[in-house]
Nanobody, 125 residues
């Protein structure tokens, strides 16, 4: 079993920054890819970013490229999402998730095995 706990969400003005953290328990963290997703009210969960187990491969949604950065520290069993130049449309609950499978559909939630409980990010205009 893997448990994921997100933190770092909050209320920020447009143009501001936040850093989300996702702490994982379980022995498979360092061998799993990690992803960040988000879900706004009334919308489907959408892919934000993914990082391979080594940190050598990074993937981003077009909507966050150049503004968000995903990283990981395997020694701390933690993955991060640095979010800069935040926009009101970034408002959502943000979730981290593990993935032991690689596919060209890496952006699909179906590829992910374990999920955290989510952390709210609210960007005011």
């Amino acid at each position: 079993q893997v448990q994921l706990v997100e933190s770092g969400g909050g209320l920020v003005q447009a143009g501001g920054s936040l850093r989300l953290s996702c702490a994982a328990s379980g022995r498979t963290f360092s061998s799993s890819a990690m992803g960040w997703f988000r879900q706004a009210p009334g919308k489907e969960r959408e892919f934000v970013a993914r990082i391979s187990w080594s940190g050598g491969s990074l993937y981003y949604a077009d909507s966050v490229k150049g503004r968000f950065t995903i990283s990981r520290d395997n020694a701390k069993n933690t993955v991060y999402l640095q979010m800069n130049s935040l926009k009101p449309e970034d408002t959502a609950v943000y979730y981290c998730a593990t993935s032991t499978t690689y596919s060209s559909t890496y952006y699909s939630p179906n590829l992910y095995d374990y999920w955290g409980q989510g952390t709210q990010v609210t960007v005011s205009s």
